[in-house]
Nanobody, 123 residues
Framework: VQLQASGGGLVQAGGSLRLSCEASGRTFGSYAVGWFRQPPGKEREFVARINWSGGYAFLVDSVKGRFAISKDNAKNTVYLQMNSLKPEDTAVYYC?????????????????WGQGTQVTVSS
């Protein structure tokens, strides 16, 4: 499956962005889709994950209450709605797909990756 991430941009602190991750080549099917981010000079870190089949969502504590992950079956797309953005949310955001059924939060557990989209939050 090929993934295309989009929706990044420059936003002021407190603003919102919605990232999209569209699958092509095949549907997400039984995959789970995750969002990761890589701040400048830091390691890639897990942000959120959703099961494609059941829709179970999991987010890290640092974004709970501000971010939401959802999916649109008809569009074969996963979204990351980001509200109340902070400068520390600045990063390149990646979507990825995994066939693992357990909650996977490390990059090596994901088989397919999108190209990344830059999110910059100014103070």
């Amino acid at each position: 499956v090929q993934l295309q991430a989009s929706g990044g941009g420059l936003v002021q602190a407190g603003g919102s962005l919605r990232l999209s991750c569209e699958a092509s080549g095949r549907t997400f099917g039984s995959y789970a889709v995750g969002w990761f981010r890589q701040p400048p000079g830091k390691e890639r870190e897990f942000v959120a994950r959703i099961n494609w089949s059941g829709g179970y969502a999991f987010l890290v504590d640092s974004v709970k209450g501000r971010f939401a992950i959802s999916k649109d079956n008809a569009k074969n797309t996963v979204y990351l709605q980001m509200n109340s953005l902070k400068p520390e949310d600045t990063a390149v955001y990646y979507c990825a797909a995994t066939s693992m059924r357990t909650i996977a939060t490390i990059p090596v557990r994901y088989d397919h990756w999108g190209q990344g989209t830059q999110v910059t939050v100014s103070s």
